[in-house]
Nanobody
Framework: QVHLVESGGGLVQAGGSLRLSCAAS????????MGWFRQAPGKAREYVSS????????RYADSVRGRFTISRDNAKNTVYLQMNSLKPEDTAVYYC??????????????WGQGTQVTVSS
């Protein structure tokens, strides 16, 4: 199983930016499409974005398209999420996971601790 560690969250004002990172423990990371998800208080975890193994296929949820950019560096076993023009509704704990389509892989072990993003109005 791949162990994932998310980082880069924080408190920002609306309109601000953050860059999240997700570091994987193993090189098998390079065999997986990767995705970002988020969970706001009292809500279900939702899909944000995903990127294929070599970065050629990228998807975004409608709510973040045009504001967020996903990327990956396979040499560093890391996937990133650049978040611009942040809105209060982006406030959530953000997680990464290996994905199939827009869902976590069925063989995905367990979620990391996530990273908190808080956007003030």
């Amino acid at each position: 199983q791949v162990h994932l560690v998310e980082s880069g969250g924080g408190l920002v004002q609306a309109g601000g930016s953050l860059r999240l990172s997700c570091a994987a423990s193993e090189r098998t990371f390079n065999s997986y499409a990767m995705g970002w998800f988020r969970q706001a208080p009292g809500k279900a975890r939702e899909y944000v974005s995903s990127i294929s193994v070599r970065g050629g296929i990228i998807r975004y949820a409608d709510s973040v398209r045009g504001r967020f950019t996903i990327s990956r560096d396979n040499a560093k076993n890391t996937v990133y999420l650049q978040m611009n023009s942040l809105k209060p509704e982006d406030t959530a704990v953000y997680y990464c996971a290996p994905v199939l389509g827009e869902a976590p892989r069925s063989d995905f072990g367990s979620w990391g601790q996530g990273t908190q993003v808080t956007v003030s109005s």
